[in-house]
């Protein structure tokens, strides 16, 4: 597919003066970035600082009333010139999402293998057999017990449902993984670990990460990261410089309070 | 986690022998429901009539397993259509909201002011009929509270995420309908028809006591105590007892089991 080459650059993303308003009020306005290919962005910020709506505008999954402005170009092909069909396409095959309350990411009353199949397998193309061999091997990689297949979701704590969202992104491997807020929802432990988990997969797949989240704990392991405050980036740049040496108050402020 | 859920074992039982007694209840009456005997007008509680005999000398066992099913035939007929009535009209009420939910929920409002059994009164006495047109106008004016649940829970199901993902995929329409909203409504609206099916029993049984309800020639447990009111008063118990005790410990049934699967619902939504 054409969307796949790489035309140079090393980024993967390039948002460019994006802008959405919705019945007149923008919720994000003049956000620019570029996600670099292969690596983890984080992308930080409090509730209603506008992430969320970032991610969708990426998705092209923002509410019908909501009008966008600028250019978001993936792999240099502009998703707003794409057709919804393409899009659906770019999400299908090239993304993937996890949300943050895995709870209701599944439906409450099917089981985990026909969820999982339909996460994976079904929308490659391929048939159930080669889905359960592959998808019992990274099931057991996430030290989760095989009988999950089995079971209906609310058999599951939360943890085991964020680990099996993350089997489906090991079984799909995507261009581009979007977790939005994936550890808000789970307890201490659970949020090390899946971390842990993410950063395994980062390290296998090779994937280009987006990870939206508001505890720097948790940003901590991205390569860059971008500081949402009200809609717009009040600073971006790499993890480790903008740790050491905050510049926008906001920032300073966020990071005195996790140290 | 799941709770185990306590199945109401002896109300089912119960209830399966009332509904097989009434399905097979021309091979089990013991008479003949509309044979008359001259002989055996009004005789009380006997070995030959085990519930006694009418004005007519017609067995009241008889009568009553026979009109059993045509209560239940009226009850069942009706709440499927009052449940497809509503599922749809909540379905599309809940899940494109906005106008289109403002005005069709305003319309349900505006019926709902009015006690459907009027409604049913109403339309009854313009087209009293068969069985069948009964069922039907008790069906047309019964799914306002399937309609009021399906559509609250295709607003919340519609919001959430694995919807929402669904979505993403361009999953069709029809699949979002049915395979992920009506599907996980499922529990909800069971829980609805069976009450509303104890409600079905109570209407029929209500209309036919007023006189306006099954043809008076057709038994039926409310014809049957529509003419139980003179029976009374001639000093004829049974007539009254029986068909009021069947009505009565169906009721029951249905109303334990449902509250049973209301309780047992809430750990699975």
Not at chain 1, 27 to 44: C, N, W
Not at chain 1, 47 to 59: D, I, N, V
Not at chain 1, 136 to 160: C, H, Q, W
Request: charged share 15%.
């Amino acid at each position: 597919m054409e969307v796949l080459s790489n035309k140079g650059g090393d980024h993967i993303f390039k948002i460019e003066n994006v802008a959405v308003h919705l019945n007149g009020k923008y919720l994000i306005h003049d956000v620019s970035f570029t996600v670099p290919k292969g690596q983890i962005t984080a992308v930080i910020g409090e509730s209603g600082s506008g992430k969320s709506t970032t991610l969708s505008a990426l998705l092209g999954m923002l509410p019908a009333q909501a009008v966008m402005e600028g250019s978001i170009l993936f792999n240099e092909r502009n998703l707003m010139e794409l057709s919804e069909q393409e899009r659906a396409g770019l999400r299908k095959k090239h993304f993937f999402t996890i949300f943050q309350d895995a709870t209701n990411s599944f439906s409450p009353t099917l089981k985990i293998k026909q969820q999982l199949y339909r996460l994976t397998a079904s929308r490659l193309g391929q048939k159930e057999e080669a889905f359960l061999g592959k998808i019992t091997a990274i099931l057991k990689d996430l030290n989760l017990p095989e009988d999950v297949l089995n079971r209906y979701p609310f058999e599951l704590s939360g943890g085991m449902l964020q680990r099996c969202m993350l089997a489906c992104a090991f079984y799909n491997e995507p261009d581009v993984l979007m977790a939005d807020e994936p550890t808000s929802a789970l307890d201490m432990l659970h949020q090390q670990e899946f971390i842990k988990l993410l950063k395994n997969l980062h390290a296998r797949l090779g994937a280009t990460i987006i990870l939206i989240t508001h505890d720097l704990g948790v940003a901590a392991i991205a390569d860059s990261m971008i500081v949402m405050k009200n809609g717009e980036i009040v600073e971006a740049g790499q993890v480790a410089e903008i740790f050491k040496e905050p510049k926008h108050p906001y920032t300073k402020r966020l990071v005195a309070n996790h140290f | 986690m799941r709770t185990q859920r306590k199945y109401p074992l002896f109300w089912i039982v119960l209830l399966a022998l009332i509904f097989t007694t009434t399905i097979f209840s021309s091979l089990l009456a013991p008479f003949e429901p509309n044979a008359m005997d001259m002989n055996q007008i009004y005789k009380a509680p006997n070995a030959t009539h085990l519930l006694g005999t009418d004005q007519l000398g017609r067995d009241v066992l008889s009568r009553l397993l026979v009109g059993g099913k045509v209560t239940l035939f009226i009850a069942i007929i009706s709440v499927v259509l009052s449940s497809i009535i509503g599922i749809i009209y909540g379905g599309i009420s809940g899940y494109f909201g906005g106008a289109i939910d403002a005005v069709m929920m305003r319309i349900l409002e505006a019926f709902l002011t009015i006690p459907s059994l009027v409604i049913v009164l109403a339309l009854q006495a313009i087209m009293q009929g068969s069985v069948w047109r009964m069922a039907m106008i008790m069906g047309v004016t019964g799914w306002f509270v399937t309609a009021r649940i399906v559509r609250s829970e295709f607003i919340r199901l519609k919001e959430l995420e694995f919807v929402q993902m669904a979505k993403m995929f361009r999953t069709p329409l029809w699949k979002i309908l049915f395979g992920h909203l009506l599907r996980n409504c499922i529990p909800a609206i069971f829980v609805v028809t069976i009450f509303n099916f104890a409600g079905a029993i109570f209407t029929e049984v209500s209309l036919s006591f007023l006189g306006i309800g099954v043809p008076p020639a057709t038994p039926s447990w409310g014809t049957m105590l529509y003419t139980a009111q003179n029976d009374l008063l001639v000093g004829a118990w049974w007539m009254g007892l029986f068909p009021g005790l069947f009505i009565f410990v169906t009721i029951l049934c249905v109303q334990v089991i449902g509250g049973t699967f209301k309780q047992g619902g809430r750990s699975h939504i």
